[in-house]
């Protein structure tokens, strides 16, 4: 009898596989497309440097679409970038996630009269998680994250709700 037979039972504890393998997994490892548009940009890369270190949390920056679960929209969306933005969204693989960044990629922020900018990114793509703030400081674009693993965290992701067509 070794010391790992004595250990065992110490060591074993009971989940759902949705809950241990998908959920905590994708929650933990978010990468998130590196694009920014205006100076809310600097606050992002500021969070994903040494002070800050998004690294921490498993989010990883990315420079292609097609291996980033979240796309972050960090400032002004102009008319002209909206289709750029909706294809670079089209191309990230499921499940993806968006996080808008600052009033103006929120709302229009300050241009929001501009004749050439659009009144909030969610016009063209489905966001998930809302952060203010001109520019919003690296903490509140922290919490914005961890609102986002929140939420990730109580969708269900192997079981698929089925309409029954009898009712």
Request: hydrophobic content about 40%; proline content about 7%; some cysteine.
């Amino acid at each position: 009898m070794g010391l790992l037979e004595h250990r065992l039972p110490e060591n074993v504890f009971f989940t759902k596989l949705d809950r241990l393998t998908m959920r905590w997994g994708l929650r933990n490892s978010l990468w998130y497309l590196l694009f920014g548009t205006a100076c809310c940009a600097i606050e992002l890369m500021q969070t994903g440097m040494s002070r800050y270190d998004l690294d921490r949390f498993g989010m990883i920056p990315r420079a292609t679409p097609r291996q980033s679960d979240l796309m972050i929209v960090a400032g002004t969306v102009t008319y002209k970038m909206a289709l750029r933005i909706r294809r670079l969204y089209e191309q990230m693989p499921e499940p993806k996630y968006v996080i808008s960044m600052g009033s103006c990629a929120n709302c229009g922020g300050a241009f929001v009269h501009s004749y050439s900018v659009l009144n909030g990114v969610d016009k063209i793509i489905p966001v998930d998680v809302y952060v203010p703030g001109c520019p919003p400081r690296p903490e509140a674009l922290i919490e914005g994250c961890m609102k986002l693993m929140d939420k990730i965290n109580s969708e269900p992701r192997l079981v698929k709700k089925t309409v029954d067509s009898r009712q």
